[in-house]
Each structure stands twice: as C-alpha cells, then as structure tokens.
C-alpha cells in the first residue's frame, strides 16, 4: 500500500518555492540553557537552511523540476546558499543578491533530538512585492509553489493574490504577530501545527487526530469559504481539514535523532505530491513518510531523503 503512493509522483512536474534562504549554524547540546546560564555544545555544524529552501530541496531529492525563487545577501554566505542549491538540482536562476547579509538561522539541537531555533532574517526580510512582479511569468508556469513567512508577509499576500495556474500552499510559519486566515487568500492548501492553528483559525484544536471536533471544525473552514488546511500533529501525525471533512493521517512511529526541518520536508513532499495530481489526504501521507525519515538524520536537507530511501523506509 504504501509503495503504491510514490508510484503516484510524477517525475518532472514543475515544482516552486517562494521565500527564505539561510546558512543554518546548528550546535549539539546535552540541554537546552535556561535564562541567565551557559551550556557547552559539543560540535557545530554549518549546513543550507531556510523554510522555503529546504521545502524545494524536497520536493527536488523526489523528481520533481523545481526552482527557488527568493533572495540571498551579497556576503560569502550568500553564494554558497546558490552553490548548494545547485548542488541539489533546484534552478537558481531567479535568485537574486541584494543587501550585506544573507539569512541564519541558529540552532540548538538537544539528546532528544528537539530544537530551538533563533533566526536573522538578512536579505530574506526584505524580498519585495516588486520582486514577485519581476517573477509573476515563472511562478504560474509551476504545477506547484510553495510559501513561507520567513519573508514579508505582503510580499506572500500579492503572489498569493496574483499568481494563477500552480497548485499554491502556504505553510503559516512562523506565525505573524496577528495570524488570521485573511492572509490564507488565495492559497490552495495551508499547512499549520498545532499552535499555529489555534493562533490562525481562533480556537483551541484537538490534540488526537482521531477527535470528532475536526469534523466541527472542518465544516466551519468550509462556510467560511477557506482553503483546505493541513494541520500537523508531531508525533501524532497530521489532520486533513478539507471539503467539510476531516481524515486523520497516522505517523510512522520513529525514535528522532534531529527534528530540525521536518516540518519543510513535510511541506516539500506535499508540493510534490500535489503537483503529481495526488488528493490531499494520499499526499499527507506520503509526506508523513518523508518528514519521519527526515527526523533520523541530522539538520535539515543533509538529512532529506530521496523517493527510493523514503519509499523502503516506509515499508519498513
């Protein structure tokens, strides 16, 4: 059952991210510091970051054509976030270098595997609505194009507004200091967590993905005439809010090395998996699949799989 899910992807099909690139500095510690303390890492680690970037780099390990568009600083940082991405097989060409720094991203990774993430948004905080004008042709070229909020938020609001023809999904993250699902407009999907979602539609959601208050809640995004959600769960896996129903997709159970990007990788996988023309519950379970395998590597796209890896991992 599920091998037949990634029969389902479609090698090829044009596959976009709109948003944040950043140099990720991730430190090994046996603790998180409280306020006022210091704790030793025990190494650290440079690797490409950055939402938007990690979701193509995804969605490209899967087959899919896929290009970033977005913004890096004119420091050495900045050309070394375009060389990985080359490296990745993601069309760089629409990136441009404008302001002295690119985004970073400062991670503390603890003995569980969880993390605490501090972010310098550099050149990502000020990718401009002028760009997306300059980029509006490629973007509805796509089957599918992701977003993210580690850029302005007005700068997401006119692609969301603006673009027509790809699949669009926006990921809520992180959330903005006055979430509402006006900002939702003309998405296809929204993808949030748990806080996120409370923060975004208004009320406190379920924590098992088997409670009946989906349903309530489901119903509700479809009088308001909102896009599909996706809500995920961590552990616990991820609800399907579509149509007026709510489908409940359960995790694989793994023991987490590093949860860094896991959420991105869900989001890549996603992109992709909507591109091939999957329904949105096949497509969460897919990426539910990815974002496990995700979570038994270290940092973020270093630990990304591709199709094959993911495919035997899930039939494990």
């Known amino acids: 059952m599920e091998s037949s899910l990634f029969e389902m992807l479609k090698e090829g099909k044009k596959v976009g991210a709109l948003g944040s690139l950043n140099a990720d500095y991730s430190f090994s510690v046996s603790s998180f510091p409280q306020p006022g303390s210091t704790v030793t890492a025990s190494g650290m680690v440079v690797r490409p970051g950055g939402k938007s970037s990690n979701q193509i780099v995804q969605a490209a390990l899967l087959g899919m054509e896929c290009q970033m568009f977005g913004q890096v600083g004119e420091d050495p940082r900045g050309g070394w976030l375009i060389e990985k991405l080359n490296e990745a097989g993601v069309n760089t060409q629409k990136i441009v270098k404008n302001g002295p720094e690119s985004g970073h991203a400062f991670i503390m990774v603890d003995d569980k595997g969880e993390n605490e993430i501090v972010v310098s948004s550099g050149s990502n ?90 349903g309530t809640a489901a119903k509700m995004l479809k009088k308001r005439n909102l896009p599909s959600v996706v809500v995920t769960l961590g552990s616990k896996g991820s609800v399907v809010l579509e149509d007026g129903k709510a489908w409940p997709v359960s995790p694989k159970p793994v023991t987490p090395k590093d949860t860094t990007g896991c959420g991105d990788s869900f989001a890549g996988s996603l992109l992709a998996a909507l591109a091939s023309g999957m329904s949105l519950p096949d497509a969460c379970r897919l990426a539910s699949f990815a974002s496990a395998y995700s979570a038994l590597g270290d940092g973020a796209q270093s630990s990304y799989g591709t199709k094959e890896e993911i495919r035997k991992f899930a039939q494990e």
């Open 125 to 214: 905080g000020s990718l401009s609505k002028e760009y997306v004008e300059e980029v509006k042709s490629d973007l509805s070229s796509l089957d599918a194009l992701g977003f993210c909020l580690e850029v302005p938020v007005e700068t997401v609001e006119k692609a969301l507004r603006e673009v027509e023809g790809p699949i669009k999904v926006l990921n809520v993250s992180p959330i903005p200091s006055s979430p509402s699902l006006e900002i939702a407009q003309g998405a296809d999907v929204v993808i949030v967590n748990e806080e996120e979602a409370k923060s975004v539609i208004g009320k406190p959601m379920p924590s098992s993905p088997d409670s009946f208050l989906w």
